[in-house]
């Protein structure tokens, strides 16, 4: 995968997104993540790779948001969606954001990771841009340990990679890199028997 492929896919995949990714079970995965998180006014909020804005129906209206997308397309329907004036949206790269460190009190990643070119890197910057105690809430797919599961993924993984997502990526792997930086607070099952998962990181106190 690569960022200009990306942008070729998910143009593509805009007008339709939704049907498959905002409903039905991934809905009820999506209400599962934002069931326990607790937004308040005061909080600044950052959306990396917010798509359509799927997850913008789970934050209270007055919460200060900042969303960003790679897919001008993708941005455009979130906009369409949400004129709350509350919601700052721009298009950006996942693996160069352009704000200052320690700006957000909450970053949410959804089903980005899993996209992005260089996930390791996707992530350094979002811990990058969040405060000290600061929160990192992602709920994406990655990797199980079963072994059952590795051999058919390993045959389908490039094929998949072409319609613009990784099913091979390791949390565990990608995480390590970080590790002196964030907590793991939690890491659940969502959907799929454990490959869709919500994670929850807190920044370290510097």
């Known amino acids: 995968m690569n ?17 498959f990714f905002n409903n039905g079970m991934f809905y009820r995965a999506r209400k599962k993540v934002f069931q ?32 960003i997308d790679y897919s001008s397309e993708m941005l455009q329907k979130a906009k369409d969606k949400y004129k709350n004036p509350s919601i700052t949206f721009h ?54 340990k079963k072994k059952s599961a590795a051999f058919p993924k390993k045959i389908f993984r490039p094929f998949v990679k072409l319609l613009g997502t990784d099913i091979g990526l390791s949390f565990e792997h990608m995480f390590e890199a970080s590790r002196d930086q964030l907590i793991l607070k939690e890491n659940s099952s969502v959907m799929l028997k454990g490959m869709y998962r919500k994670i929850i990181l807190q920044k370290v106190d510097e």
């Open 3 to 19: 960022n200009r492929w990306n942008q070729f896919i998910y143009k593509c995949w805009a007008p339709f997104y939704d049907a």
């Open 36 to 67: 326990d998180v607790h937004f308040s006014s005061e909080q600044r909020i950052l959306f990396v790779g917010v798509g359509t804005g799927a997850d913008l129906a789970f934050i209270p209206h007055e919460v200060n948001v900042t969303a």
């Open 91 to 144: 298009q950006m790269d996942a693996q160069q954001l352009t704000f200052d460190s320690f700006s957000f009190d909450v970053v949410v990643a959804s089903l980005i990771l899993s996209v992005v070119p260089d996930a390791e890197q996707a992530l350094k910057e979002m811990t990058r841009v969040v405060k000290p105690k600061g929160t990192i809430l992602i709920f994406d797919k990655f990797e199980t």
